[in-house]
């Protein structure tokens, strides 16, 4: 019963639903909304969105610094957990996953407002209130918040499958412990270091909700804009001809993160 | 070392979990402002159930998710199944075309589907086209890889010689297939199955680009909701969501451990 064919309604399928949605996108980035021809003014309409671009990946590779900087080490503890603990703590990181993400931005505005939590709080206490909504740190943050746990799951993966022989054989050759971790834990982490930028990276440089709540204006982040114009100004040909450099641009950065690995890892991305 | 470590991972997990909290204690807040906590009362829970829209919601949110999971899991598993046979390039053409909903940015999926829609909506001339299929085809869609990434490496382990025995006894090949191969990889089915069902009943990026306004789910709902000033009833519901969520990923939780002590309980009696 396991044979080839088996496969094929999932392949007609994601034919259908998958690779052509992608070439129906290219057919109306380079036509005309009103005639249907062949047109570059869409692509040539994007110049105008550069700084948005260029802001759209600038705030998303502070993010993904920030969360690789404080996911690892949480990785590491978790995967140096006795396994019954190690469970739990891996459950706890997955449940706000499964939570909706709008409500949790929704929360941090709350905390965050200028007559929040945080401020309410700053201002009983007779100090000043501090502006700490609208602005781009409160982007960096509410990404950081709502993307963390998909950098510590793929991290933890890897260390915890980690042979502990390799450490002990490390320091029993002299290595110290901060030897052993660059010469030894490091280097073997790649793999989930690789996987965890990309898995934080690509919903972060697409993200058009957060910004939209925590940033300094509704435009913030190219997804708010490819949004805006899909969704809200009905030009679905401007907003595909987006779609689209944002798809390549994924596409180039995923391509050079998965350089660093030479393992396919097929099934090392998700897993419960 | 290690204790500078554990005192960092509870601030993160405090990072973590801080804003569901404050969602959880404004549920019981008497006072309508997030902010400030006026006293304790269940009255958000009375008005949740007594929301019809609210709970029609969440039944087309149920709904989707039952039957796209469902959908997904059979079309993968079997799916599943012939990648494993498969060989050399068409191998690994199928498994870049599974990656693709994954590595794809979820507006790039939307709006992709959603041309995609309105392009067939124009040929046949409808103009609503967007709603309960729409939304099911897409939810399909996305759950695919997730199941067949779960499914995939439990076929891997399985030991091939068990489905020959099974032959050997007078089993048909369709008849070991449902007697032994289901059984062996059953643990990546279930967990291929739960994945896909949190993810759609979760989703909301994809969900807003395909649906139209006489198909509404929860999550499509929040977003238009939190344009006006938002309901403290949806805390409550979140409130209620994290409960369900932390019980069944605690039984699931449970089940593996068990699954895992067995498995060593069998090896040291081998």
Redesign the interface.
């Given at each position: 019963m396991k044979n080839k064919w088996l496969s094929g309604p999932y392949i007609a399928w994601m034919l259908l639903f998958t690779i052509i949605p992608l070439g129906v996108v290219v057919y109306f980035a380079f036509t005309d909304s009103a005639t249907g021809s062949f047109t570059l003014h869409n692509i040539s309409e994007i110049a105008d969105f550069l700084p948005t671009f260029l802001r759209s990946i600038w705030l998303s590779i502070a993010a993904t610094v920030i969360c690789l900087i404080i996911g690892y080490p949480v990785a590491y503890y978790i995967a140096h957990c006795e396994p019954r603990k190690q469970r739990m703590l891996q459950m706890l990181i997955m449940l706000p996953m499964c939570m909706s993400f709008l409500l949790r931005t929704l929360a941090w505005v709350a905390l965050l407002e200028d007559t929040g939590i945080i401020n309410s709080a700053l201002s009983a206490l007779g100090l000043k209130t501090l502006p700490l909504i609208r602005n781009n740190g409160a982007v960096i943050l509410g990404m950081v918040y709502n993307y963390l746990p998909y950098m510590i799951l793929p991290l933890y993966t890897v260390i915890m499958k980690i042979d502990p022989r390799l450490i002990e054989a490390a320091q029993d050759l002299g290595c110290n412990r901060k030897q052993v971790f660059s010469k030894v834990t490091l280097p073997l982490s790649v793999p989930g270091i690789v996987s965890g930028i990309t898995m934080v990276f690509v919903p972060a440089v697409s993200t058009f909700y957060i910004s939209q709540k925590l940033g300094p204006s509704d435009t913030v982040m190219i997804g708010d804009v490819i949004e805006y114009q899909s969704k809200k100004a009905n030009n679905m040909n401007v907003g595909a001809a987006m779609s689209l450099v944002l798809m390549i641009l994924i596409f180039i950065c995923v391509g050079i993160m998965n350089r660093f690995t030479n393992e396919s890892d097929e099934e090392s991305m998700v897993t419960l | 070392?290690?204790k500078t470590?554990?005192i960092?991972?509870i601030i993160?997990?405090i990072?973590?979990?801080?804003?569901?909290i404050?969602?959880a204690v404004?549920s019981f807040n008497k006072g309508t402002d997030?902010?400030?906590f006026k006293g304790f009362t269940f009255r958000q829970y009375e008005n949740l159930f007594k929301d019809r829209t609210l709970l029609t919601l969440l039944r087309n949110s149920l709904i989707i998710a039952v039957l796209s999971s469902l959908i997904a899991t059979v079309?993968?598993t079997?799916?599943?199944?012939?990648?494993?046979?498969?060989r050399g390039r068409?191998r690994s053409a199928?498994?870049a075309?599974?990656?693709?909903?994954?590595?794809?940015?979820?507006?790039?999926?939307g709006?992709?589907?959603?041309?995609?829609f309105?392009?067939i909506g124009s040929m046949l001339r409808m103009n609503a086209i967007l709603g309960f299929w729409t939304l099911l085809?897409?939810h399909?869609?996305f759950n695919?890889p997730?199941v067949?990434?779960?499914v995939?490496?439990k076929?891997a382990q399985m030991d091939e010689n068990l489905?020959d025995a099974a032959m050997d006894l007078g089993c048909s090949?369709?008849q070991?297939?449902f007697k032994v191969?289901i059984h062996e990889i059953m643990p990546g089915i279930i967990?291929?199955a739960?994945?896909a069902f949190?993810m759609s009943?979760?989703d909301?990026?994809i969900s807003?680009?395909v649906t139209g306004s006489n198909f509404v789910t929860l999550?499509v709902e929040?977003?238009n909701y939190?344009k006006k000033p938002?309901q403290p009833k949806?805390?409550a519901l979140?409130t209620l969501?994290?409960i369900v969520?932390?019980i069944m990923?605690?039984i699931?939780?449970i089940l593996?451990?068990r699954d895992?002590n067995k498995k060593l309980l069998r090896r040291t009696n081998r």
């Open positions: - | 070392m290690k470590n554990r960092f991972t993160i997990f990072f973590l979990y801080i804003p569901m404050i969602l404004a997030i902010a400030v079309l993968g079997a799916a599943a199944l012939g990648i494993y046979k498969m068409m199928v498994m075309v599974t990656n693709i909903p994954m590595t794809n940015p979820e507006i790039v999926t709006i992709s589907m959603a041309l995609l309105a392009f085809i897409a399909v869609t695919l997730y067949i990434l779960n995939m490496p076929i489905v090949p369709i070991a297939f191969t967990s291929g739960l994945m949190t009943l979760d909301f990026v807003y680009f999550p929040i977003y939190t938002i949806i805390y979140f969501m994290f969520i932390l990923m605690s699931s939780n593996q451990g895992k």
